[in-house]
Nanobody, 127 residues
Framework: RLVESGGGSVQAGGSLSLSCAAS????????MAWFRQPPGEAREFVAA????????RYRGSVQGRFTISRDNAKAMVYLQMNSLKSEDTAVYYC??????????????????????WGQGTQVTVSS
């Protein structure tokens, strides 16, 4: 089970931090990721992190502004979002994917690769 928190409203240029609490699984056995769904659009990949937190992958438009991290002792994953833009407005979802060898060289960025999802948290950036 995944539960997100930390969404809200902020002005452009501001920052927000999202958290996701995981339960009922061996946390380190999963890739963790954040996806988002902008209004009227399909859900899209934002960032992913491997089981040990050593490797990350980002959507190009958030590279350098967003940071994904995880605390395996607490079974938590985070998304620090800085320099927010109006186009970052979306419902943000936490997701988990079982670690598989096929993803040794590239973290998964497709929805179908992830089999557990949170309920989502709204992030609204006003310009």
């Amino acid at each position: 089970r995944l539960v997100e928190s930390g969404g809200g409203s902020v002005q452009a240029g501001g920052s927000l931090s999202l958290s996701c609490a995981a339960s009922g699984r061996i946390f380190t056995s999963y890739f963790m990721a954040w996806f988002r769904q902008p209004p009227g659009e399909a859900r899209e990949f934002v960032a992913a992190i491997n089981g040990k937190g050593q490797n990350t992958r980002y959507r190009g438009s958030v590279q350098g502004r967003f940071t994904i991290s995880r605390d395996n002792a607490k079974a938590m994953v985070y998304l620090q979002m800085n320099s927010l833009k109006s186009e970052d407005t979306a419902v943000y979802y936490c997701a988990a994917a079982p670690i598989r060898a096929v993803f040794t060289f590239a973290l998964p960025d497709m929805e179908n690769d992830y089999n557990s999802w949170g309920q989502g948290t709204q992030v609204t950036v006003s310009s």
